[in-house]
């Protein structure tokens, strides 16, 4: 199950990685947007143009904020931190609504943290003194 463990960090990072570039890349799209609403048409196409710098702004940092969570539950998934397999959970479930990759990744997600073998790499180890 450690080999389970590692491959969904790595395809969590991924995923996270690309989500990030789709936030870089809408925001770059708001940038351009708010470009013909300063320039020399921007009395006419104002509203559009206005409307859709902040839709694209707005989902850019949502997509920028949602990758980062996911890269930071994959960090904490690779070190074995219980509040990482929690956090993959969450993540998970809501991945499953995100079709098609997102569904793969959330049930793959699900079968390895929920299976005994992987919930037993999270719980923490008792201290022993000597």
């Known amino acids: 199950m450690e080999r389970h463990v590692t491959v969904l960090g790595i395809l969590t990072s991924l995923w996270g ?3 990030m570039l789709v936030g870089v ?9 708010l470009a013909i609403l300063w320039g020399p048409d921007g009395a006419a196409v104002g509203f559009a143009a206005g409307l859709t710098a902040g839709a694209f702004a707005g989902l ?8 980062g969570v996911n890269v930071w539950s ?4 690779r070190r074995h931190a219980p509040a990482g397999r929690i956090l993959a959970l969450a993540l998970a479930v809501v991945n499953l609504l995100v079709l098609p990759f997102g569904t793969g990744l959330g049930a793959y997600a699900l079968w390895v943290l929920l299976a005994h073998d992987g919930r037993r790499l999270f719980e923490p180890t008792p201290h022993v003194a000597t």
Do not use: K, M, T, Y
């Open 17 to 19: 990685g690309i989500a």
């Open 60 to 67: 850019g940092l949502f997509a920028l904020l949602w990758g």
């Open 25 to 33: 890349s809408l925001l770059l799209l708001s940038a351009g947007a």
């Open 74 to 77: 994959a960090v904490l998934l």
